[in-house]
């Protein structure tokens, strides 16, 4: 059982990037995925997630209406779209999955990719 984040790079301000969560040995289909991020010397900032009851999302008001959450359940896979990136929007980016599709409690984690944004 496995989540992998991938997609992290280094980004321009105004810039965008997708980053995308994949699981192997077990169906996404049934679990909220979640988007956390952690700056250098910062606490872990919970950044979105997206329930699979019902596709719907939320997002933490930093982000609101520059990220997207979506799945692809047929690739097994979510994406976290990032428009308009900002350099404090650097940071590691963990995705996590939640059986219970409440947002709340995370029984896997993936590794982090980074996210640098700067000029």
């Known amino acids: 059982v496995q989540l992998q984040a991938s997609g992290g790079g280094l980004v321009q301000p105004g810039g965008s990037l997708r980053l995308s969560c994949a699981a192997s040995?077990?169906?996404?289909?049934?679990?909220?995925i979640a988007w956390f991020r952690q700056a250098p010397g910062k606490e872990r900032e919970w950044v979105s997630c997206?329930?699979?009851?019902?596709?719907?999302?939320i997002y933490t008001d930093s982000v609101k209406g520059r990220f997207t959450s979506s799945r692809d359940n047929a690739k097994n896979t979510v994406y976290l779209q990032m428009n308009s990136l900002k350099p404090e929007d650097t940071a590691v980016y963990y995705c996590?999955?939640?059986?219970?599709?409440?947002?709340?409690?995370?029984?896997?984690w993936g590794q982090g990719t980074q996210v640098t944004v700067s000029s």
């Open positions: 040995g077990f169906t996404l289909d049934y679990y909220a």
């Open positions: 996590a999955a939640d059986s219970t599709s409440m947002c709340e409690v995370y029984d896997y």
């Open positions: 997206i329930r699979s009851s019902d596709g719907s999302t």
